[in-house]
């Protein structure tokens, strides 16, 4: 600092409570190297008068502070990237440059935002015009194109059992930064912004994934596939339960056959139940259920087994006397039921001289004659009551005596 020069025989000195004087302290000039209060004594050495003036020396030493993210990074399809630099609010003087010893520039270096076009490191210098003062940060650009592993899962079935599926993507990078979407031209789809949806149709799958932090992306597909059918079951018509046939056996075996495995319910008891060929006794309704193994899909089918056990209808006409007229008599059973019966007389005391097994036997003696007619149809039997016929042949005089008595 400076001051005018004084008269001749003045002497000068300076002082500073706070400050930092460089050098000599009775000049006219001094050099002051702290802020502070300066003050100059002058002196008349001819007549003693003296008299001071202080001036205060203010510092101005503020530093640009600048700040730049230590480190960025470019990621896939990216050829540049902004970077800004931070400064402190208040300065309007600066100067601004950015520099780079193996790295490239997109734009303008001398403003406070650069587009850095590749990997490198980055100096920005900032300048405060008003006191010189200077600061710079560094950024490292690196490049990153590492792609995020992506793992759909093997393929997936829907069947009877499932009618929905999820996949298995553990091989798929996890984490919040990490953005999920499934897609499909023809399935369908349930949660596809989750990692693991649910798919509910057939078809191609495809799993993109999206790295937000280098904006990479990588995607793998699986397929679903629809085996859902119906396995086909038939039965033929059942016989018919009969006093001859007590038990029947149905048929299924027109049924698909393979890889399934069968279940017989209904009515009545049933042998081998889980066969195409079960044996039942019992009329009613009967159900064949079907399973297919490799889909599980179920189909069922039925059928009615009926039962004739009806026995033939009987009737006998009240026989003939025998008497010494009549030694024989003919035994009327044709009322019975019409069609193709079959008979069979028996007797224990008496004596059949023929048709035994016809509707109208001829019979000679007295005793009981049992009827057994069978209905070939169904087998059923029916036994007609005991007959009884007493004879008293014995005490006829001669072929024309009429004093027997016959009684039944």
Known sequence: MSVPSPASGVTLQWSTPNGLILGATDSLIITAGAAGNYT?????TLSGCMSSWTTAVVEDVTIPVVQLP???????????LSAIATLPPGLDSLSIFWST??????????????LLGGEGIYT???????????????????????????EAGP????????????????????????????SSSTGGILGDSLLTPSFFTAGVYILEVFNTQNLCSDQDTLEVTDIRA??????????????????????????????HVYQWSGTGPITASTSLTPVIQSPGWYVLLSTDTLNHCQQTDSVLVTQDVVPPLSGIAPPDSLDCNNPSVILDASASQ???????????????????????????????YTLLITNPDNGC????????????????LHPGCRHTDLSG
């Open 381 to 396: 039997t029916s036994w007609i009551p005991c007959l009884s016929t007493r004879s008293q042949l014995a005490g006829c």
């Open 101 to 114: 010893p193996n790295g490239s520039f997109n734009g303008p270096v001398d403003s406070v935002v650069a």
């Open 230 to 259: 119906l396995p086909n079951v038939g039965i033929l018509p059942a016989a018919v339960l009969t006093c001859a046939d007590l038990t029947v056996s149905l048929d299924g075996t027109t049924s698909d056959q393979g890889h």
């Open 40 to 44: 100059l004594l002058a002196v008349d």
């Open 70 to 80: 230590a480190q960025d990074t470019l990621g896939c399809q990216q050829v540049e």
């Open 155 to 182: 393929d997936l079935i829907i069947d009877c059992a499932q009618d929905t599926v999820s996949p298995v993507t553990t091989g798929t990078d996890p984490g919040s930064s990490m953005i999920y979407s499934w």
């Open 338 to 368: 019409p069609g193709q019966i079959s008979y069979a007389w028996t007797t224990q005391t008496g004596n059949i001289v023929s048709g035994a097994n016809g509707p109208n036997p001829i019979i000679n003696g007295g005793g009981t």
């Open 124 to 150: 920005v210098l900032v300048e405060n015009l008003a006191n010189g003062c200077l600061d710079s940060a560094t950024i490292t650009v690196i490049r990153n194109e590492v792609l995020p592993a992506v």
